[in-house]
């Protein structure tokens, strides 16, 4: 049976579910330090949460809370908080890399091979292989001449 759910410091937002509340054999429920907001549900294992296990959460209100809600007031998170993970990661700038490796070599293919054979190209490809050829010949020697 499940006892402790610990959602903590998952990025959670929204409201918390109603459905929550018939969960009657919670002991232990943490939601703090996520984006939640609206109504803390009541139902009989949320009325012995502490204030604890919502920190963090400024768009919530209602009990155990001391931020008390109204009907008319739908508290709502700020605008300026911004969901980002905890280690700076951020995919705008893994998108941004992606998306200019893509243009550059999409524009130098095309530059290389609308301009026809291009000799810098063919020539350097040419030299790396002469160079594996005669590195092979002469392992090859080598190897040979220790064993006799």
Sequence with gaps: MLESLDLSSNK???RIPQELTSLTFLEVLNLSQNHLIGFIP??????TFGNDSYYR?????????????????IPYPSQEIEVKFDSGFDWKITLMGYGCGLV?????GCLIFVSGKPEWLVWIIDKNIHKKIVRNKRS?????????
């Design 12 to 14: 959670l937002s929204g």
């Design 42 to 47: 009541q139902g009989s294992q949320f009325q």
């Design 57 to 73: 959460n400024p768009g919530l209100c209602g009990f155990p809370l001391s931020k008390r809600c109204t009907t008319d007031e």
């Design 104 to 108: 550059i070599g999409l524009s130098l």
């Design 140 to 148: 090859t020697r080598g190897r040979g001449a220790r064993i006799s």
